[in-house]
C-alpha cells in the first residue's frame, strides 16, 4: 500500500517529503554527536548572533519531533497531491515556497512589534552565548540580562522556528478555495468534514491561541496564519490572472 502511494505521488511532492525525512533523520543522527541541527538550521529572529541568512530556507525543513514531522506529511501528501495534478509541477512549487517564506514574514513581523513594544527597538542585541539553558519559551542565564521584560524579548533570540506547517496551512487554504465541498473523515473525533470548514476551524483556532499568547505555548501560530494568508492572496492573484497556464 505504502509503495503504491509513493509510486502514485507527483514529483515535487515525493521530493519535499523525502528532504522533510532526510532532514529529520539527518536531525536525530548529528544530535546523537552533539550537533544541534534545531539551532544551526531552524530559523532565529534576524538580529540574534545564531541567525544565518539560509535559515530562511532550511527552517521549513526541519521539525521538532517525529509527530511533528508526520503531522505536517500528511498534510502536505494529502493537500498538495490533489493541488500538482491540478496546477503542474512548477505553479504548485511557486506555491509552496511562497507560502513558506510568507509564513516566516509575518511570524517575524510579529515577533518584531513585540520586541519593540518591550525594549524599543526592532533590532536590540542580546549575546545568546551567555544563556544557560532553554526550556520552552524560558530562559535562564549565567548573566544578569536586565529586567525580565527583556529576557522575555531575548527569548525570539534563541527560540528557533521549525517546520513546514505554515506552509501546509497554505496548502490547506488552497485546497479549501478549490475544493471546497470535498470531505474528509477525521480521527478525533471520526465524522466527517468539509474542506471549507476544516480551513475556517483550523484558522480561527490558530487566531485564538496566537492571541492567547501562552508561555507555555511553543506553537508558531502567526506562521500558520501566515501560510494561509499567502495562500489566499497568491490563489486570488492567480484567479485574476488568466494569461499564465503553468
Request: aromatic letters at 16%; glycine letters at 10%.
Given at each position: 500500500m505504502l509503495r503504491n502511494l509513493f509510486a502514485n505521488m507527483p514529483d515535487v511532492?515525493?521530493?519535499?517529503?523525502?528532504?522533510?525525512?532526510?532532514?529529520?533523520?539527518?536531525?536525530?543522527v548529528m544530535q546523537g554527536q552533539g550537533i544541534d541541527l534545531h539551532r544551526m538550521l531552524g530559523m532565529h529572529y534576524p538580529s540574534s548572533n545564531l541567525f544565518r541568512p539560509y535559515q530562511v530556507i532550511t527552517h521549513f525543513f526541519m521539525h521538532g519531533d517525529f509527530y511533528h514531522l508526520l503531522f505536517n506529511m500528511f498534510g502536505l501528501v494529502?493537500?498538495?497531491?490533489?493541488?500538482?495534478?491540478?496546477?503542474?509541477?512548477?505553479?504548485?512549487?511557486?506555491?509552496?515556497?511562497?507560502t513558506a517564506i510568507g509564513?516566516?514574514?509575518?511570524?517575524?513581523?510579529?515577533?518584531?512589534?513585540?520586541i519593540y513594544q518591550i525594549t524599543g527597538e526592532i533590532f536590540p542585541q542580546f549575546d545568546v552565548y551567555n544563556i544557560?539553558?532553554?526550556?520552552?519559551?524560558?530562559?535562564?542565564?549565567?548573566?544578569?540580562?536586565?529586567?525580565?521584560?527583556?529576557?522575555?524579548?531575548?527569548?525570539?533570540?534563541?527560540?528557533?522556528?521549525?517546520?513546514?506547517?505554515?506552509?501546509?496551512?497554505?496548502?490547506?487554504m488552497a485546497f479549501a478555495l478549490l475544493f471546497p465541498n470535498t470531505q474528509f473523515m477525521l480521527l478525533?473525533?471520526?465524522?466527517?468534514?468539509k474542506a471549507k470548514w476544516m480551513a475556517i476551524i483550523l484558522g480561527a483556532m490558530a487566531l485564538y491561541q496566537a492571541y492567547q499568547n501562552s508561555a507555555e505555548d511553543s506553537v508558531a501560530h502567526f506562521a500558520h496564519l501566515g501560510g494561509m494568508l499567502f495562500g489566499f492572496i497568491l490563489i486570488y492573484i492567480w484567479r485574476k490572472d488568466r494569461s499564465s497556464f503553468y
Open positions: 511532492v515525493k521530493n519535499l517529503l523525502i528532504l522533510n525525512v532526510l532532514f529529520f533523520l539527518a536531525t536525530v494529502i493537500f498538495g497531491s490533489h493541488l500538482e495534478r491540478t496546477w503542474g509541477k512548477k505553479r504548485f512549487f511557486i506555491f509552496y515556497f511562497v509564513a516566516l514574514f509575518l511570524h517575524t513581523l510579529v515577533q518584531g512589534i513585540e544557560r539553558e532553554v526550556a520552552g519559551n524560558r530562559i535562564t542565564w549565567d548573566v544578569n540580562p536586565g529586567t525580565q521584560a527583556y529576557a522575555d524579548a531575548s527569548s525570539h533570540y534563541v527560540v528557533g522556528i521549525l517546520g513546514a506547517s505554515g506552509a501546509v496551512y497554505g496548502l490547506l478525533f473525533p471520526p465524522i466527517p468534514i
